[in-house]
């Protein structure tokens, strides 16, 4: 498991969890360093965002790096 401190393009199509492990979303979209997230994607929303083929859209939220807790192989989990 590795932990870094910002967003790559590597982690689009992760889960985000809250504080307590909850998933609240997926990122859909990395513009720098800052990631998007789907709060309610469905299915096809999920698998265009691991093969990266999404962008974000309107009702997606940026996620800015003091929300951001760890960010692991698996997942992003919010502070």
């Known amino acids: 498991m590795t932990m870094a401190d910002t967003v790559s393009d590597d982690d689009q199509g992760k889960p ?4 307590n492990g909850e998933k609240v979303g997926v990122v859909s979209d990395v513009r720098g360093d800052t990631a998007y997230v789907d709060p309610d994607p469905g299915v096809t929303d999920k698998v265009r965002s ?6 974000a859209d309107d ?3 940026p996620l800015a790096g003091d929300e951001i807790a760890t960010i692991t192989d698996d997942e ?3 502070s």
């Open 76 to 78: 992003i989990r919010l």
């Open 59 to 61: 009702d997606d939220y």
């Open 16 to 19: 985000v969890v809250d504080d």
């Open 50 to 55: 691991r093969m990266g083929w999404s962008d």
